[in-house]
């Protein structure tokens, strides 16, 4: 059954793509594990799916064992107190959402002698309950983030409002894909705009063609 749906997903994936006059192969699909178990974890690897997202530290170290041939993100928000953990068992974090957190990440990397790969994560819908940069906040900032040693900005990453109107979500997909492209076209150091980070089960169609 999950191989099923997961098979299917990337046909969707695929035929968006195609709808959107994109390759298939610019958009990576992730699958999202938290609270999954790993018996029904390796069911959607073994169907092909070798990108897990984690909400939790805890899970995705206790995890990261089963699947070594798997990249495994953070996604969740990072409290400082498990920014070490994090980068010691992350391949990448997705959801740098202060330039605290990102200093934070920064101190622990040096640490361990590792180059963090991390996302920024925006607050696109302005929502008060989230975490995330807002919009008008992300250049001052990124201009800090970019000094920091052993890290690596590789994009951005948002979850939108719930929205039940398609035209209302299309609207934030289309505002950070004008924020990804405006922040690429800067080329400043260190930070290397590769990966825009966004749809879920609901809404990734709209996302890829955005």
């Known amino acids: 059954m999950i191989q099923q749906q ?3 997903t990337l046909e969707r994936v695929h035929e968006a793509a195609v ?4 390759s298939p192969e610019e958009v990576r699909l992730m699958a999202v594990s938290k609270t999954v178990e790993p018996p029904q974890i390796m069911e959607a690897v073994e169907a092909g799916a070798l990108l897990l997202g984690e909400n ?7 995890k990261r064992a089963f699947f070594p ?3 495994m993100h953070l996604i969740g928000h990072l409290q400082s107190n498990k920014a070490a953990k994090a980068v010691a068992c992350a391949d990448m974090i997705q959801s740098v959402d202060s330039v605290r957190i990102a200093r934070e990440i920064s101190n622990a990397a040096g640490k361990c002698g ?9 607050n696109i819908g302005r929502e008060a309950a989230k ?9 001052d900032s990124l201009s800090e983030i970019a000094t920091l040693p052993g890290l690596k900005v590789r994009g951005l990453m948002t979850v939108p409002p719930f929205l039940e109107e398609n035209t209302e979500i299309r609207k934030f997909f289309s505002q950070m894909y004008q924020l990804f492209i405006d922040i690429r076209a800067k080329k400043t150091d260190n930070i290397c705009m590769e990966i825009l980070s966004m749809g879920m089960s609901g809404d990734f169609e ?5």
């Open 19 to 22: 709808r959107a006059g994109r």
């Open 6 to 8: 997961y098979k299917r």
């Open 56 to 62: 939790k530290v805890q899970e995705l170290q206790q």
């Open 114 to 122: 590792k180059t963090m790969p991390v996302l920024l994560e925006v």
């Open 69 to 71: 041939q798997c990249a």
């Open 206 to 210: 709209i996302a890829i063609a955005e």
């Open 131 to 139: 975490f995330g940069f807002l919009p008008e906040q992300l250049y």
